[in-house]
């Protein structure tokens, strides 16, 4: 996320207008895991409601509310810096909000990755009637999140630190 390490060049910019850039960068990045993560928890919300639910088996059920409990969480630890900055707005607390904030985000980003696993495994589970091979899906999808949201990133910036280390 933006705010827990910027830019290694110095921008001509107070440390107030720094907090509030990456406060801006991370409103617009916030606001896309929000609605997704609202989006599948009131999705997440309506199985329950379903005349397929009564039939699902005990594991699943429990998977199911797993899920749901994920998927409210999620969404309250994306919305939290929303929340945080009503709270703190003309404190003079922009730089700690950020710091904050940017835990919060990445928290809601591993909670909703549990939570997409968790509706993942569960659909599979009753679609397919293939435990062995939900399991085997979800780990996949599971492991190509890692992949885009963690290693990807940490190449990229090994890379751009090796190139900064021999340029200067």
Known sequence: MTGAKDSARPRDETPEE???RLWNEMLQEVRVCQTGAQILFGFLISVAFTP???ALASFDKDLYLATVVLG??????LVAP??????LAGRGMKPELVKVAGHLISTGLVLLALTI?????LLLRTASADPPAAWALTAAVVTWFALCWL???GLVLRRAEKRRRRHG
């Open 72 to 77: 409210a969480v999620a969404t309250g630890t």
């Open 52 to 54: 397929r639910f009564a």
């Open 117 to 121: 696993a968790g509706a993942l495994l």
């Open 18 to 20: 720094r907090a509030d």
């Open 82 to 87: 929303v929340a945080f900055h009503r709270l």
């Open 151 to 153: 290693v990807l990133p």
